[in-house]
């Protein structure tokens, strides 16, 4: 999996950072979706210079028994596809609030 940007933060608070590929650079916050009233709903909404360009869901992984965010992407800028991708621990990164955005291609 490739990193794709770089954002700092916690589950409870929400994140900021960057989402970096070969033709994109853009600030994003990943807020906390204080709306929600449905488990299908997201818990996070993700935002760049104002317009929503994703959403995110807390999620358990059985096999490391830890918390993690996955991550959609939908913009223009992405072409007819969604972007996929999960929060993960950067790598060199000694900040616990540190986290890697990792590209997860459904292909």
């Keep these: ?5 770089i954002v700092t933060g916690t589950i409870e608070s929400g ?3 960057q989402l970096r590929t070969l ?3 853009a600030a994003i916050e990943i ?5 929600k009233s449905a488990d ?4 996070y909404r993700i935002y760049s210079d104002g317009a929503e360009i994703g959403a995110g869901w807390i999620r358990y992984s059985e096999i490391s028994e830890k918390t993690y965010v996955s991550l959609n ?4 800028e992405f072409g007819p596809r969604r972007l996929y991708a999960n929060l993960g621990r950067a ?5 616990d609030n540190c986290y ?3 590209w997860n291609p459904v292909d």
Excluded: E, H, T, V
Excluded at 40 to 43: E, L
Excluded at 91 to 95: E, F, H, R
């Design 100 to 102: 890697a955005i990792l």
């Design 15 to 17: 994140f900021n950072g």
């Design 40 to 43: 299908p709903q997201p818990d």
């Design 91 to 95: 790598a060199g990164q000694d900040d």
């Design 73 to 76: 992407f939908a913009a223009a």
């Design 23 to 25: 033709s994109i650079r």
């Design 1 to 5: 999996m490739a990193a794709i940007g």
């Design 31 to 35: 807020r906390r979706n204080r709306s």
